[in-house]
Each structure stands twice: as structure tokens, then as C-alpha cells.
């Protein structure tokens, strides 16, 4: 069974950093892409970021690149959002996700496990 829990998330000031952490168990990173994804209030998820160790990819919503960091320790069966120099427009609940196959996808539909949520704030 896979499973992905999400946590890290917290109350920053702008241009401050977090670094959310994924705990997957299940699944290996070689067989399984695997992504976040955010969701404000009143707006759809959107993928921020995912990497494939298969492809050995990493992909962002242009939005967050050049702040935003996804990185995975095989060992541990983790993975990583570093965020740095946040904004206040990234405030939402983050979510960890992996697809049924090695590649990235982009759209939430098209994942199949999803962690619970981890909320953001980020304050002006």
C-alpha cells in the first residue's frame, strides 16, 4: 500500500524559507514520479513541482522556479521542497503526490496517491 505523508508547513514573513518533507512508504522513487502540488482557497490544485529519478527530471510551474527546490534521499524514502524567498501568493496547503508511473504528469488528475496537506502562510 502507498502511502505519503506531507509535513513542514508553517507561518512565515516574505522572503523568508520552509523546507516541506514527504515520507513515502510503498513505493520506490525509481518506479514512481513523484510531485507537490498546492491549493490556495478558491483556486484548483496546481503542481509546483516533480521530479523523475527514472528520466532524472525535475520540473516547476514557473511561478516558484529559482526558489523552489525538489530533491529526494533514497535511502530515508523522502522528498523535499525547499522554499526559499516566499511570497505571500504562496501561501496554500501543500500537497505530496505520485502518479501510477515514473514520469511526471501535470495535472492533479493524474495522480493516483496523495499525502495529507500541509499548510503554508506566508505573511507580508
Known amino acids: 500500500e502507498v502511502q505519503l505523508q506531507a509535513s513542514g508547513g508553517g507561518s512565515v514573513q516574505a522572503g523568508g524559507s520552509l523546507r516541506l518533507s514527504c515520507a513515502a512508504s510503498?513505493?520506490?522513487?525509481?518506479?514512481?514520479?513523484i510531485a507537490w502540488f498546492r491549493q490556495a482557497p478558491g483556486k484548483e490544485r496546481e503542481r509546483v513541482a516533480c521530479?523523475?529519478?527514472?528520466?532524472?527530471?525535475?520540473e516547476y510551474t514557473d511561478s516558484v522556479k529559482g526558489r523552489f527546490a525538489i530533491s529526494s534521499d533514497n535511502a530515508k524514502n523522502m522528498v523535499y521542497l525547499q522554499m526559499n524567498n516566499l511570497k505571500p501568493e504562496d501561501t496554500a496547503v501543500y500537497y505530496c503526490?505520485?502518479?501510477?508511473?515514473?514520469?511526471?504528469?501535470?495535472?492533479?488528475?493524474?495522480?493516483?496517491?496523495w499525502g495529507q496537506g500541509t499548510q503554508v502562510t506566508v505573511s507580508s
Open positions: 521530479l523523475s529519478e527514472t528520466d532524472g527530471t525535475t
Open positions: 503526490a505520485a502518479p501510477s508511473y515514473y514520469y511526471c504528469a501535470d495535472y492533479a488528475d493524474d495522480y493516483d496517491y
Open positions: 510503498g513505493l520506490t522513487f525509481d518506479d514512481y514520479a
